[in-house]
């Protein structure tokens, strides 16, 4: 046992249960199962398809070892797919963690009454992202959309504007639509974390004569740099598996230009049934996201050291 | 007394702050608010690109709900949300318990359960199509709620031992000395005193899981089963112009997370932030 004060080691009748190892490794059986259910098996079976050709209907007709990867190797629009996620993923978290801390900060500082603001805000993160993909849809479309009737009322276009057919708006469409969905989600943890800060720190620097822009840069930002890339983790994690959003707003297009990295596999999978190339596919993303979030995680580590 | 816990004085807003929450409250609010006006626009009226509807009409209420078995849908969604949720509690909170408190599987066993989370879910995808055909699970509810109650299993440990980590020990210490086993520290005290938390952690994946599309989509294929998700993405395809029964239909959906959301809002935010915030 771990903690020396357990009853058990200080011989104690009545002590700790199941000195045996097998209860606790019991209790978490269920989970183990489960864990090697929807991860291991999972893994290892892309690993076996991934080495063979295989369709959907009949997995392991032959082994051509390396095949799918050397076409993987030589397929541009899948590496196109792959660089399409990544610019999605890290920039689009970027603003989305830079808008989240300013609404935590004026959540913070000036709306802190206004109930019905914080009710407000934890909506877009509970709608399910097929229906914030339909909300978006309705706005931009070009014949009935809002943001058209507006553009048009106004005289600010001739004609409808297809947001949704055409590059970089239809690339653009998506990152607001998940803007919309995610900054809430890092508002309230910034919020959160704001709330726990030391009040004395702030009382010193004031004293010390302060600005708010001096507070916020050497005071706030670096006291909520170990949470706020803790939060930047997790939503390109998150952003890595866009999907909805793209299958209920563009399906991909306009041609390939929208196709992320999830999309592809999915089509690979279930639209061109080459299951083979698509488990190849995903062994090759899912080392993409490792890359790319390494050097996050080696930050937060060394954040978390500056922040003792 | 504000919902996020503090007890502070009205301070007042500048013209910038005020400009700042206007634009903020315009911009999270107007997705839903022209989806509602939406909802009551006639074909013709969606034509004008107005943000209100001209003469407000029931009829893509009525009309939606004749055409399409969204209640049948609605029903099989709430049906994956609270089976699976309640699964993935009854699943993650001993082994939570084994690996917070009994240090099963040491630190290594915590990390590999959250790193399983960085791999996205289209990787299962196929794997668990020709498990779930195998088992003759393909097209059923059941099917769906037990692929949802193993994918929130990460989420679920990681808030789950963000709750239980702020328990003081001794309390399960002290039962022992009682006599008393795991199973009933856990049912008998910690279960009790986790209450919040295992609503908050039992409402985000409830949550997770009628949102949830993709897998959704790729494990049933018909009426009886299929979730509100990928039946609004159907519909979607099949009907383009008709823009108010798309709103109707996806309203209809939206309607029970809202009503979670204001009714357990302090829960919500309380399992949003517990894994992230050391308190």
Redesign the interface.
């Known amino acids: 046992m771990a903690s020396p004060a357990t009853p058990a080691d200080r011989g104690l009748p009545g002590a700790m249960p199941g000195r045996s190892r097998l209860v606790p490794w019991l209790l978490a059986a269920p989970l183990l199962v489960g864990l090697a259910v929807f991860a291991l098996y999972p893994f290892l079976d892309i690993l076996a398809l991934s080495l063979s050709k295989s369709s959907l209907g009949r997995p392991f007709q032959h082994w051509p070892i390396l095949a799918n990867f050397l076409s993987l190797a030589r397929s541009e629009e899948f590496h196109a797919a792959l660089l399409r996620t990544t610019i999605f993923a890290v920039p689009v978290s970027l603003a989305e963690l830079v808008l989240g801390l300013g609404i935590a900060l004026l959540l913070h500082s000036s709306l802190r009454e206004a109930r019905w603001v914080h009710s407000l805000i934890l909506l877009p993160l509970m709608t399910p992202p097929m229906m914030v993909a339909v909300a978006w849809k309705l706005i931009l479309a070009p014949v009935g959309g809002l943001l058209n009737g507006v553009l048009l009322g106004w005289g600010l276009a001739d004609s409808p504007v297809s947001f949704l057919g055409t590059m970089p708006a239809a690339f653009l469409s998506i990152a607001v639509a998940d803007t919309w969905q995610w900054t809430p989600f890092i508002a309230i943890l910034a919020y959160a974390a704001l709330q726990v800060l030391p009040d004395e720190v702030f009382e010193a620097a004031r004293v010390d004569g302060a600005s708010p822009a001096k507070m916020f840069w050497y005071v706030t930002l670096p006291m909520l740099a170990p949470t706020l890339l803790a939060i930047f983790l997790l939503r390109v994690v998150m952003a890595f598996k866009l999907f909805d959003l793209v299958y209920g707003l563009t399906f991909g297009g306009p041609g390939f230009s929208t196709t992320v990295a999830s999309f592809k596999i999915w089509r690979t999978a279930l639209q061109e049934f080459d299951v083979g190339l698509a488990a190849s596919q995903t062994l090759v993303f899912a080392v993409l996201v490792s890359l790319v979030t390494l050097p996050i995680t080696w930050l937060h580590r060394r954040s978390e050291e500056w922040a003792g | 007394m504000?919902?996020?816990?503090?007890a502070?004085r009205?301070?007042r807003?500048?013209p910038w702050?005020?400009l700042?929450?206007v634009a903020?409250?315009a911009?999270?609010?107007?997705?839903?608010a022209?989806?509602v006006s939406?909802s009551f626009k006639t074909p013709d009226q969606?034509?004008?690109?107005?943000?209100l509807p001209d003469a407000p009409t029931l009829y893509n209420w009525g009309e939606t709900f004749r055409v399409i078995p969204l209640v049948r849908f609605l029903v099989n969604s709430l049906a994956v949300a609270c089976f699976s949720a309640a699964l993935t509690l009854?699943?993650?909170l001993?082994?939570t318990?084994?690996?917070i408190r009994?240090?099963?599987?040491g630190r290594f066993?915590p990390a590999?359960?959250l790193a399983?989370?960085?791999?996205?879910?289209?990787?299962?995808?196929?794997?668990?199509?020709?498990?779930l055909r195998w088992l003759g699970l393909l097209n059923t509810v059941a099917g769906l709620v037990l692929v949802n109650?193993?994918?929130n299993?990460p989420v679920a440990?990681w808030l789950l031992s963000g709750f239980l980590r702020r328990l003081p020990?001794e309390i399960d210490?002290a039962a022992?000395?009682?006599?008393?086993?795991?199973a009933t520290v856990?049912c008998r005290i910690i279960a009790p005193m986790l209450t919040p938390g295992l609503v908050a952690t039992g409402l985000i994946c409830g949550?997770l899981a009628?949102?949830e599309?993709?897998l959704a989509s790729?494990f049933s294929n018909d009426e009886g089963s299929r979730t509100?998700?990928?039946a609004?993405?159907l519909f979607?395809g099949e009907r383009l112009i008709n823009?108010g029964q798309?709103?109707v239909a996806?309203l209809t959906?939206?309607v029970p997370?809202?009503l979670?959301?204001?009714f357990a809002?302090r829960f919500?935010?309380g399992g949003?932030?517990a894994g992230?915030?050391k308190?």
């Open positions: 504000s919902l996020f816990g503090h502070g009205r301070r807003i500048g702050s005020g700042a929450a903020m409250v911009f999270f609010a107007l997705p839903i022209y989806l939406v969606v034509l004008t690109g107005h943000f009854a699943i993650a001993p082994a318990y084994a690996m009994l240090k099963v599987g066993l590999f359960i399983t989370y960085v791999a996205p879910p289209v990787v299962a995808l196929i794997p668990l199509f020709m498990l109650a193993v994918a299993l440990f020990p210490e022992w000395m009682d006599g008393a086993g795991h856990i949550i009628y949102d599309f993709l790729a509100l998700p990928v609004i993405a979607q823009f798309m709103a996806s959906g939206i997370v809202y979670i959301g204001l809002q919500l935010i949003l932030t992230s915030i308190g």
